[in-house]
């Protein structure tokens, strides 16, 4: 049933992973221009210059602020890997250890070892 719930959950932040995800590049892209613009307003020297890339990274912050419900794209990326990971650890456990404890027919011979001694 455990593994049952993780893929459905881990269906669930694919597809709103997938839903996001171009907001989520077009927000990648809005910082990255914002570094750029800020850069290249920090090395120019004139006046209208400084103006000219102030307006450019309002208009990119515009852009970037529209896209900002694409963290939950990122926090959907985030699950799907914590899923993954829970899902692999649930792999590396060995399958016979609860079954060695639980089964009557071991326990019975390991009882009747002791009896015999």
């Known amino acids: 049933m455990k593994k049952f719930m993780l893929f459905v959950g881990g269906l669930i932040a694919f597809f709103i992973l997938l839903a996001n995800l171009g907001p989520m590049i077009l927000l990648g892209l809005s910082v990255w221009l914002l570094y750029v613009i800020f850069k290249k307003f920090v090395k120019s020297d004139s006046t209208a210059g400084k103006v000219g890339w102030v307006i450019a990274g309002l208009i ?9 419900y694409a963290v939950i794209g990122v926090a959907a ?4 890997y914590l899923i993954y990971k829970s899902w692999k650890e649930d792999d590396a456990q060995p399958a016979g250890q609860f079954v060695e404890d639980n089964d009557p027919f071991q326990n019975f011979e390991r009882q009747w070892a002791e009896i015999n001694r």
């Open 60 to 68: 990119v912050l515009s852009i970037g602020l529209s896209n900002i």
């Open 77 to 80: 990326a985030y699950g799907l």
